[in-house]
């Protein structure tokens, strides 16, 4: 896989962290810097560990032979699992639940760790996509760091700005990404089409 399907894919799955810190920003009165580090550094390492977990599992059982043709089955797979994130990204559009809004002066970690770890473990997914095709894993490692920085940030300010009402079209967003990495793996890679 390319660093770009790699940024793509990333980038289609934290667009879910986006819109849990959009929410958690539409609630605050203001951003303290203090907070947007520790938010910043929170959803980077458990993204990471998640994706390290994942990558590690996968690259050993394809390491010791377990798994016959890695890097066919491991682009097989990241298709389908691509295909799927897309489509729960998509029911999370059109789902319409209930966010009890009240103002707050802070924020705290237990506040969205668990929609992050939620997050996370389609992160582990694709960690054990690239541990089967033997992506990088220094490549994708910074490629998680800038993105999860970048959609936190943009998350809070975006709440803060406008409200959570933009959390749909993240979804949406995210999905189309990972379904047009899906079509192109499927396409070029599987299929030998393109």
């Not at 790699?6 to 920003?25: R, T, W, Y």
């Not at 089955?73 to 799927?84: F, K, R, T």
């Not at 760091?145 to 975006?158: D, E, K, P, R």
């Amino acid at each position: 896989m390319s660093w770009l399907e790699n940024m793509l894919i990333m980038a289609g799955i934290l667009l879910d962290v986006f819109a849990a810190m959009e929410i958690q920003g539409a609630m605050l009165a203001n951003i303290k810097k203090k907070t947007l580090i520790i938010a910043c550094a929170v959803v980077a390492a458990v993204e990471l560990v998640f994706y390290l977990v994942g990558y590690f599992i996968c690259w050993v059982l394809s390491a010791n032979g377990y798994i016959p043709n890695p890097i066919y089955y491991g682009e097989a797979v990241a298709a389908i699992v691509l295909a799927l994130l897309g489509m729960r990204l998509i029911v999370k559009a059109v789902q319409r639940k209930f966010i009890q809004e009240r103002r707050r002066d802070t924020i705290r970690v237990w506040d969205y760790i668990r929609l992050v770890v939620m997050s996370s473990i389609y992160t582990a997914a694709a960690g054990c996509v690239c541990g089967l095709v033997g992506v990088t894993v220094w490549q994708v490692i910074i490629i998680i760091l800038v993105i999860s920085i970048v959609m936190v940030i943009c998350g809070f300010y975006t709440g803060l700005h406008y409200g959570f009402e933009i959390k749909t079209i993240a979804y949406v967003a995210g999905a189309l990404l990972l379904w047009g990495v899906s079509i192109e793996m499927l396409l070029h890679r599987i299929l030998d089409v393109i």
